[in-house]
């Protein structure tokens, strides 16, 4: 007996190990078939449309990586979506800050709004976190609202200006921003991707998964929830920044609550705890948003009819499904 | 050779023909409003079916302009109204957008229009910033502003006698705004301002605030707010009995769909002002049954009659100009003067205000009402220069010296 289960430990972590190559292979793959996409993308679609898709894939990748790999469930993102969206939009129109520079402060700010709120949050677990970061996220909406002097009220911050790259490349092209945007997002893509991988993200996923455990072996739980909280509300704020760009405002919409459901809705429909699970949701629902404008008071009965069909028939999500077929993780 | 003549012949006469081409425009206009949500009623698919009469009766066929019509629901948020903006300007090739109720969404486009060097003739939305200080060559705001629903609930019901006012207003840019512009032309008729309370935004329950407004004793009580905030303190004025104690109620922000849904038991006596009634004479009559019948028996409001006569002024001013380039065509526009059977005469301003009379209105009691629709009352009529903000005293960039 004892030999048999000698002999076959390492063949199965040979054969687990080749498993995890084929896994890298395939996701190597799927990000070069992303920047393909992504090089294609402009040619084929109207490009303002996919960078508002690419702005809040990222957004829904951020939300995910706290969700799916840290098992913390945020009611609360728009805030620092919203919030980073007015700083660079504030910024860049009143301070005359390059886009780049406008982008990095938006998405500092919304790193250390995560910090603050992130510090309360994580004291309470649950439905109680949700909570607060719900009520956090709508001290951050009342705070937009009666501070017109930053935020402009209701009318929100308009005519933002895109600027020069650097100083150098003008953003007016919608072609020229497109790039800028794609970047931005492939970096996002790649740095959450390092994060879900390094040793950090394996300890979150640990902590995710049996928390008292991975504190009896010794990991301070608390610093890692903290630190991936932290990460999740500097991608969504760098997500929150650059749509300020792309749009050229910021206004309510992006730090009222429904925001925060809105990404919810993308990462579950995509796929929750997936790597690309993000994207395909955003994708799909910007378009619903987008290419049922025209079914007026349809859209949203077309939206709850969607979402009713993937929580009844896949609950994994669309890339969820994907990845059970072909049985690797996506 | 013969093959040769034959080809240049058909060259020749297709060259000709060109010039008979040249004259038939084809323009397409889209209506961007609220389909779904708090402002489908009053605009939503009526505006649609508004331009599309506009077309009709302009008889733009026969004209030689080849009219299209698009729309698509913006749901009240930015960027999914700029996206759409964008993408109809830079790949459907739009030439006009109508409508665009909620301020943060029409400024936006406001912004996109004037970029694109495009039209946008606004009808939905209050602000009267888009003539102000966001004003563009590119925009005309066509039927009200927060101004003129100023001047005409507040300057009208203090020569009417309302003369001691009490304000309730949504704790908002928005409200602060309606209540200072308000409070302003009160006093300066010489009459007071007796109080002020702030109610959150967005609230259900203005009890305590109706009661504080009710000790007052102010003869008017100014609602400074808008939606279903000013369906709620309504309804529950309503129910203190505040306009049956001879307290009237005076809405800053109202709309003939909001009497229609809270109804004449409850709207009975409350104060408001609009550019446009469907029952103020045969021709307005003529129209809005016309309408009805095509927007399942509603009656049109002021924000679907403007989208009418934004359209109506767009074509005259094409078939004027003989083209449908935006910088010649919104010359015509401010260059001729504007005249419908819903607004009657008017004319577009140098900062992109369409001016117009402002009627001031008091809802009927239920006993007073003939019928169906049948709502309000004339208690009297601001001409356009006392209605809207004097160029003078305008902060648009294209009008200061």
Redesign the interface.
């Known amino acids: 007996m004892a030999d048999i289960a000698a002999t076959d430990a390492p063949a199965a972590a040979r054969s687990s190990g080749e498993a995890d190559k084929g896994t890298l292979r395939l996701h190597r793959a799927i990000m070069i078939g992303i920047a393909i996409a992504l090089v294609i993308a402009p040619f084929v679609a ?1 490009p ?2 996919v960078m ?1 898709v690419l702005c809040f894939a990222l957004f829904a990748l951020a939300f995910n990586l706290l969700l799916g790999y840290g098992g913390l469930l945020s009611f609360g993102h728009a805030a620092y979506f919203g919030m980073a969206s007015y700083v660079c939009a504030f910024t860049a129109k009143n301070w005359g800050l390059t886009p780049e520079l406008a982008i990095l402060l938006g998405t500092a700010v919304s790193g250390g709004l995560g910090l603050v709120f992130g510090a309360l949050a994580i004291r309470r677990q649950g439905i109680y976190f949700a909570m607060i970061t719900l009520a956090l996220a709508q001290m951050v909406f009342f705070f937009s ?2 501070t ?1 002097r930053f935020t ?5 911050i ?2 933002v200006p895109r600027g020069k790259l650097f100083g150098l490349i003008d953003l007016a092209d ?1 072609r020229a921003l497109y790039w800028l945007v794609a970047a931005i997002f492939m970096a996002g893509l790649l740095a959450m991707y390092r994060i879900i991988h390094s040793p950090f993200g394996q300890v979150c996923k640990a902590i995710r998964d049996n928390e008292p455990r991975a504190i009896s072996l010794g990991y301070r739980a608390n610093q890692y929830k903290l630190a991936v909280f932290v990460l999740s509300a500097m991608l969504a704020g760098l997500a929150g920044s650059t ?1 300020a760009i792309v ?3 910021a ?4 730090v009222h609550w429904s925001m925060s459901g809105e990404v919810v809705l993308m990462t579950l429909v995509g796929g929750l705890g997936t790597v690309f699970g993000p994207i395909a949701g955003a994708l799909v629902i910007v378009s619903m ?2 290419y049922l ?8 009965v077309v939206q709850g009819v969607i979402f009713v069909i993937c929580v009844m028939t896949f609950r994994e999500g669309i890339v969820g499904v994907i990845s059970k077929w072909i049985g690797k993780p996506l | 050779m013969k093959l040769k003549t034959f080809l240049t012949t058909t060259a020749l006469a297709a060259l000709m023909a060109a010039p008979a081409l040249a004259q038939q425009i084809s323009v397409k206009a889209g209506v961007l409003n609220d389909r779904s949500g708090l402002y489908a009623d009053l605009s939503g698919e009526g505006s649609v079916i508004a331009a599309r009469m506009a077309v009709e009766d302009f008889k733009a066929a026969e004209k030689g302009i080849k009219v299209e019509i698009v729309s698509a629901d913006h749901q009240n948020k930015p960027d999914v109204g700029s996206t759409i903006a964008r993408t109809w300007y830079d790949q459907d090739g739009v030439d006009l957008i109508l409508d665009v109720p909620t301020s943060s969404v029409a400024l936006a486009v406001n912004q996109i229009t004037r970029e694109k060097n495009k039209i946008h003739i606004n009808s939905g939305a209050a602000s009267s910033d888009l003539s102000g200080k966001a004003c563009s060559p590119n925009t005309i705001h066509w039927t009200y502003d927060t101004y003129a629903l100023a001047q005409g609930t507040g300057g009208a019901m203090v020569k009417a006698g309302g003369d001691s006012w009490f304000f309730m207003t949504a704790d908002y840019a928005f409200g602060h705004a309606l209540e200072r512009d308000t409070s302003a032309i009160v006093t300066k008729n010489g009459g007071k301002v007796l109080g002020v309370v702030r109610t959150p935004f967005p609230g259900t329950d203005f009890s305590s605030f109706l009661l504080q407004a009710q000790a007052s004793k102010a003869k008017v009580i100014g609602l400074a707010n808008a939606g279903g905030d000013t369906i709620n303190s309504i309804k529950q004025a309503g129910e203190f009995g505040i306009t049956a104690g001879g307290q009237k109620l005076a809405g800053l922000l109202v709309f003939l769909t909001d009497v229609h849904s809270l109804g004449l038991a409850t709207a009975q006596g409350l104060v408001l002002t609009e550019s446009f009634y469907w029952d103020t004479n045969d021709q307005t009559r003529g129209w809005s049954d016309r309408f009805a019948k095509a927007n399942g028996g509603k009656k049109p409001t002021m924000v679907q009659a403007g989208v009418y006569s934004g359209m109506l002024h767009y074509l005259k001013a094409v078939e004027a100009a003989k083209s449908k380039d935006s910088a010649v065509v919104m010359a015509k526009m401010k260059e001729m003067p504007t005249d419908d059977p819903l607004f009657g005469k008017g004319s577009v301003r140098a900062d992109g205000r369409k001016m117009h009379d402002m009627y001031l209105f008091e809802v009927k009691k239920p006993g007073e009402s003939k019928g169906p629709w049948d709502y309000y009352k004339q208690v009297s009529v601001l001409p356009a220069e006392q209605a809207f903000r004097p160029l003078a005293e305008s902060e648009c960039p294209l009008v200061k010296k």
């Not at chain 1, 402009?152 to 929100?156: I, L, P, S, T, V």
């Not at chain 1, 404008?293 to 949203?300: E, R």
């Open positions: 109207y303002v449309f508002k609202l009666q017109p402009g009220g209701e009318d929100g308009q005519a919608d749509k749009f050229q405002l206004s309510l919409t992006d948003q987008n404008a025209s079914l007026g008071a349809w859209v949203t």
